[in-house]
């Protein structure tokens, strides 16, 4: 997986018209379903888009993630959070830097999120295992662990439509990808430029590897761990997932 590292300061800008309420909704509406949680950890927390509006919505959170340079923007976009100082005060909020295939919290927790295709950069399937077991071990009885990943589709169409660019004044990007289709796994090479006071724009590399699973092996997975109910939706949507999905979204409970 990777660290991100100086993407992590940029990440904010080009994430910028990610789905983030589209995922707050569902994960509100699964909980509404399931059982409303007092704690929640979310694997693969980024720079705390998902995190901090939950701890403002009321919910005790963690935020896990590899990166520690994802955790210090983290850390700075709560310093300067709507009623950020009163999350920092009550405690509401904190960072973990861990792996997710084995991370681990001192008290279970009620409920578990990773969104935004974090698990298909877990690259091998005994580590994905890891991450659902380390889950299951790491919530309460009754506990939910929602999820996302990228439909094995999606990658293939990634492929086909490459390359992407964004031309914007601050940070601008040229995004090609190159297609392994028998892991079905995608390498994402993307040429950043950011613009520095001075006018001129700094280049940096980032490569990006994700992998995509086949939905029964990964339903299949999830039970192996433990979890009792598994069901799969499609695309921000309360329909059951098929192969025109974009997005599959897991409802796991243990």
């Known amino acids: 997986m990777s660290s991100y590292g100086k993407f992590a300061y940029v990440y904010d800008q080009l994430m910028a018209d990610m789905p983030y309420p589209r995922w707050l909704e569902f994960a509100e509406t699964a909980w509404a379903k399931h059982g409303k949680p007092r704690t929640v950890a979310e694997l693969g927390c980024g720079t705390g888009s998902i995190t901090l509006p939950l701890a403002r919505a009321g919910y005790q959170m963690t935020g896990i993630d590899l990166s520690a340079d994802m955790l210090a923007v983290a850390q700075q976009k709560l310093e300067r959070y709507p009623q950020g100082l009163r999350l920092l005060r ?54 939910t662990f929602i999820f996302d990943v990228h439909h094995p589709n999606t990658l293939l169409r990634y492929d086909e439509e490459q390359p992407f660019v964004l031309d914007e004044r601050d940070v601008s990007y040229i995004w090609t ?78």
């Not at 997710?100 to 295709?117: G, Q």
């Not at 796994?185 to 700094?202: A, C, K, P, Q, V």
């Not at 939905?215 to 009792?228: D, Q, Y």
């Open 90 to 143: 009550e405690g509401s909020v904190q960072w973990v830097e861990q792996d997710m295939t084995e991370w681990e919290l001192p008290e279970p927790v009620d409920a578990v999120l990773s969104f935004c295709d974090c698990i298909n950069y877990v690259l091998e399937e005994e580590d994905v295992e890891a991450v659902f077991a380390a889950t299951y071990a790491g919530l309460k009885e009754g506990g």
């Open 177 to 254: 990808c190159g297609l392994d289709e028998f892991r079905c796994e995608i390498e994402h090479h993307l040429s950043i430029f950011t613009r520095e006071d001075n006018g001129l724009y700094r280049r940096f590399e980032e490569t990006h590897i994700q992998r995509a699973y086949d939905p029964k092996w990964t339903e299949a997975a999830l039970r192996r761990a433990g979890f009792r109910e598994v069901a799969v939706y499609a695309d921000f949507e309360w329909v059951a997932a098929d192969d025109s999905a974009e997005r599959l979204f897991y409802v796991a409970i243990k």
